[in-house]
């Protein structure tokens, strides 16, 4: 079975440097509609069986517009379990902001997930999304049987923690391959219970340099 995750399209929140988190929102922005015709021809030649989407806008949308730029009938199945992290206090803020305001917090959730307190923001921990989001894959991977192709499309923080989490990474390490830009490509494989990593991270077909807003 081969999974291939997408993390949302970059949105107004995204440009403006703010934490959206699992309730905030922001739309997608113009050029994201451009990028998702990109990445829908880079997956023009996979044969899809089925879509699924954080219940978030910025993700559904991203889902939708990819399935409508593939020009092809796919069934798409919203699942809470993809959301974002919830992070509390941090939704809506910016980056810049908290930084001076909580640095130790920013830092460790950038950067040391260990030493993340997520008390102090009343939000989740690494752990607990790591367990609703596996759940929430090996949920879809039973459903597919463990064969075929799908696409699931959520987001930067929780993209990172599901995916380095089925990968068998421990929670230190979590961010040891960096973050997840918008409308990247991750394809895994899973074989008899085992996740491979096969790209982490595609961002070639956008044709465009990256800013620092673009991945976290």
Known sequence: MDLYFVRHGKTQW???????????????????LHDISLLAKRLKDVDIDHMYTSPLPRAKTTAETL????HRQIALTVVDGL??????????RKFSELELEMPEVIYAFRNEPKDYDYSLIRGESFEQVAKRTTEAVEEIVNENNGQGNVVIVSHGAALV????????????????????????LTHLQYKNGQYKLIEWNETGYLHKKLESSDTI
């Open 67 to 70: 399935i409508k730029d593939l």
């Open 161 to 184: 923690t599901l995916i380095q989490s089925l990968l068998g990474t421990s929670v230190k390490d979590i961010r040891k391959d960096g973050g997840l830009s918008n409308t990247s």
């Open 83 to 92: 959301r974002e992290f919830d992070l509390g206090i941090m939704e809506g």
């Open 14 to 32: 995204n440009l403006e440097g703010k934490y959206q988190g699992g309730h905030g929102d922001s739309p997608l922005l113009d050029e994201s």
